[in-house]
């Protein structure tokens, strides 16, 4: 069931932080919208007298606006942040599925090991805009790490000696001070594990021509999308064009040793095209070397595939087309618990574009900061001693079940070999 919240129980919820791919659907009282409207009148109308349909009307207005509230983030937390808004708030019974509730079904904790990885997520600004984005991720979005904060990160991981950096987007590229960050960090530690991940069609961006280039000379690792190996399914997951653009750019980096050479590791990427679970990684890596060597002679070292999570943009589709529940459903019945042991939030720690404190980028985009912290926050990665992190909880939602359905999936790609027959609730 669920109960109005009231009095302390009240939900702030300031509009940076509102999210049209929540995985729980506030219902805003119609009497909240004429103060929202005050400030942006242009987009919602105030509400007349309050009923069924100007309630209706006025929620489908506001969904549509949630990518512009989260590209405005600091204009609303300036300005709008004392506002409340009443929200049906989901009640302790909720049905939505517990993922905490599950592993304690099977005598599973979530806790950290000690951090391998430093995960940064420089921005929301890229030069595709695709339909299983879980960043929501475009060429209108402005949010980009600034020079300040990657001179603050570099400071902390100058400490804290990390070995394996993976910079993610967005289109990481984008960020202006892209080369610096990876030159520095190069500079740091020699052996360290530095992560481009890709999406190809940057590296023949104008601007972007010497790109390749670059990434070799600092011995970057790059994890490259590629939905598929036909043209179909890669356009309609990223656009028309991409497929192409894709192949073209694979070609460049096979040229220049990235595939074939030992130390320019190149791999792929694999997300299924619709609201399923991927195949398996060995078979799919089988018919990508085959069929990409047969028709493009291209080679690449491993395939990763990896579970699409219901949020943000992918969410937004699963919805439009009535499959979110019955996807949600899915990954909760092929819950695997083998795969605990290797989840990527376990020895991860990610890092916003403003250096903010997440377990792992998926619960960033859902604006939820570090289990961690919840005690004595610690907001910023500058502020943070790693090794604290040790055996200290994860934050987890529904969404998480994405990781731990069929065979697993990861950064990494999937997480076990064999993945189980569904199991029921």
Known sequence: MEQE?????RIRVALETYDSSRLWQPTISPSGLPAISAYISAAIPPAPEPSASCH???????????????????????????LFMTV???SPTSSAPNFLERLARHNLGLYRTRPRVLQLNVGKLCNLTCTHCHVNAGPARKEIM?????????????????????????????????KYLVSALRTLDPSATIIDRCNLTIL???????????????????????????PENVNAQRGEGVFDASITA???????????????????????????????QDELAADYKRELHAHFGIEFNQLFTITNLPIARFASWLRHSGQYEAYLDLLVHAFNPTTV??????????VSWQGELHDCDFNQMLQLPMAANTGTPVRHLWDLDPASLEHAPIATGPHCF????????????????????????
Not at 5 to 9: E, F, I, L
Not at 267 to 278: D, E, F, Q, T
Request: aromatic fraction near 6%; charged fraction near 20%; include cysteine.
């Open 5 to 9: 919240a009231s009095g302390t129980q």
């Open 56 to 82: 209706k009307s006025s929620l489908e207005k506001f969904e549509k606006m949630g990518n512009m509230f989260e590209r405005s983030g600091s204009y609303w937390r300036s300005h709008l942040s004392p």
């Open 88 to 90: 049906t708030a989901p």
């Open 146 to 178: 600034t020079r300040a904060t990657v001179d603050r990160i570099l400071a902390w991981q100058s400490r804290a000696q990390l070995p394996v950096i993976d910079l993610t987007g967005g289109a990481p590229e984008m960020m202006p001070t892209f």
């Open 204 to 230: 023949l961006e104008p601007g972007y021509e010497d790109l390749a280039e670059f990434l070799r000379a600092q011995r970057v690792e790059i994890v490259a999308s590629m939905p598929c190996y036909s």
């Open 250 to 280: 694979l070609q460049k980096l096979n040229a220049l040793g990235y595939g074939r050479q030992p130390s320019l590791p190149l791999h792929l990427v694999y997300n299924p095209n619709g609201a399923k679970l991927p195949g398996a």
């Open 341 to 350: 042991a290797g989840l990527m939030c376990r020895d991860t720690i990610n």
């Open 402 to 425: 994405g990781c731990t359905a069929g065979a697993g999936s990861s950064c990494g790609g999937s997480i076990v070999n064999e993945q189980p027959i569904a199991r029921s609730a």
